[in-house]
Each structure stands twice: as structure tokens, then as C-alpha cells.
């Protein structure tokens, strides 16, 4: 079975699975949000773990390739940077120059993040 991603609502990875008679559904045992209900049990999963989830900042170091926002300073600013993973390394590409820097020169990160969607207007 896949993972279930942590609860959109408050982030708590106390979050299971629960088989109903007709329906399944994966609720919050800590807030009791519950998700989506498609009935089917991989369809309730892929539901629950496709709901918007907020980026949370981290001292975690990147370790994919993508966006990320990092911090500037004492949180005083966060800016957008692409990691990409150049000989086993990370490195965070600074836009508007081609200077690589190792991730970790940089404490705060938020990421990966994912990319747009489709307009709403479509
Ligand atoms: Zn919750």
C-alpha cells in the first residue's frame, strides 16, 4: 500500500487508513479531517495525498533536483533557487548569475516546489 502523506490540515502523520462497508477513506486521528471518499482503497489514498499540502521551511539540506524557496538571513527574506545534483552534490543555482553554491551554505529551505498547474481558466 502506499504511504500516506502527512494531514494537509495539521500536519500530523498520525493518518490511517479506514475501511468502511460500502466506502474507504483516510482520516486524521489528530483532527479528524477526513480525506476524499472514491470508495475504492488505492483511489481514497491517491486522493488523500493529492489534497494541497502547504511548504513547511526546514534545515533539512535538498536532495532532489528542483525548486526550493531558501532564506535570506534570519528569515528575513526567501528567494526561489533550482538545486540540482552535480557530481553526487547538491548545489543551489543562483539566478541571474551561474554561480553554483553547495547547499549547505544555506540554513532555511522550503521545497520541493512543484510546478504550476494547469490555469484555472482551462
Ligand atoms: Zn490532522
Redesign the pocket.
Known amino acids: 500500500m502506499p504511504e500516506l502523506k502527512p494531514?494537509p490540515?495539521?500536519?500530523?502523520i498520525n493518518?490511517s487508513y479506514v475501511r468502511g462497508r460500502d466506502n474507504a477513506q483516510v482520516v486524521?486521528l489528530?483532527?479528524?479531517?477526513g480525506g476524499p471518499q472514491p470508495g475504492q482503497a488505492s483511489a481514497a489514498i491517491a486522493a488523500w495525498n493529492s489534497l494541497p499540502r502547504a511548504l513547511r521551511k526546514t534545515t533539512n539540506l535538498p536532495v532532489e533536483d528542483g525548486k526550493y524557496y531558501w532564506a535570506l538571513g534570519m528569515n528575513l527574506m526567501w528567494f526561489v533557487v533550482r538545486v540540482v545534483e552535480i557530481n553526487g552534490k547538491m548545489y543551489a543555482m543562483m539566478s541571474g548569475s551561474e554561480v553554483e553554491c553547495p547547499v549547505s551554505d544555506f540554513i532555511e529551505w522550503a521545497g520541493p516546489i512543484d510546478a504550476p498547474g494547469k490555469c484555472s481558466n482551462e
Open positions: 494531514c490540515a495539521c500536519r500530523s493518518v486524521c489528530e483532527c479528524e479531517m
